[in-house]
């Protein structure tokens, strides 16, 4: 079953807000990413945070990670219509020598112009 | 810069027939991983495969089978499908094992 919770599982927003998207897990990790999906579309990676690191920004992307808290959020600045897509975060998790790497349910995000 | 090649990119087949999709990793990436994402869903880890050797097994049923080649690409084979078996497939590769995933474009297959 999928560890990674998001939430809010649908949001909508208008243009110029800010979106801010979480997640959450269950076990310890190596490492969080997050990615982009278009409706239908593949996967764009945005930004990878280690295990090790509290906070990384990628343009109008601010990624945090509370490792005791087993949470993750995403913020989206001066969100755009172009910024409508489905977010998902993902895990990775080294289980018995292997590596998982378990998808959240994802976040909607609807921006409307 | 090269990324992870997947094909075909739109396959329609019918029910009980059966189906191959390709995957093409990142040269130097050894290790592929396989997901399935119906519609609306979130990805399923299905199967990976490090050193052309099957490295973790999800939720992949046993009508499917997968393996890695001499030359690192991989294959799903997917045999007796449902209609249940309508989904993006998304192929991803990376060099170290749980750093820098990449995905593929994905294989939408419509089995009809």
């Not at chain 2, 979130?42 to 490295?55: G, V």
């Not at chain 2, 499917?64 to 080649?69: M, V």
């Not at chain 2, 084979?77 to 192929?91: Q, R």
Request: with cysteine; proline share 3%.
């Amino acid at each position: 079953s999928q560890q990674g919770e998001e939430d809010p599982q649908a949001l909508s927003i208008q243009e110029g807000e800010n979106a801010t998207m979480n997640c959450s897990y269950k076990t310890s990790i190596n490492n969080l990413q997050w990615y982009r999906q278009n409706s239908g579309r593949g996967l764009v990676h945005l930004i990878l945070i280690r295990s090790n690191e509290r906070e990384k920004h990628s343009g109008r992307l601010r990624v945090t990670l509370d490792t005791s808290k087993k949470s993750s959020s995403l913020l989206i600045t001066a969100s755009r219509a172009a910024d409508t897509a489905s977010y998902f975060c993902a895990a990775t998790q080294l289980l018995s020598g292997t590596y998982k790497y378990i998808f959240g349910t994802g976040t909607r995000l609807k921006v409307l112009a | 810069a090269a990324g992870v090649i997947q094909s075909p990119r739109h396959l329609i087949k019918e029910k009980r027939e059966t189906a191959t999709l390709k995957c093409y990793p990142i040269p130097r990436h050894d290790t592929v991983y396989w997901y399935q994402q119906g519609p609306g869903q979130d990805p399923q880890f299905l199967i990976s495969f490090y050193e052309k050797m099957q490295s973790d097994k999800g939720s992949i049923p046993d009508r499917f089978s997968a393996q890695q080649f001499s030359d690192y690409h991989s294959e799903l084979n997917m045999s007796s499908l449902e209609l249940g078996d309508s989904a993006l497939y998304f192929c991803a590769s990376s060099s170290d094992r749980g750093l820098g995933y990449t995905f593929g474009s994905g294989t939408r297959l419509t089995v009809v």
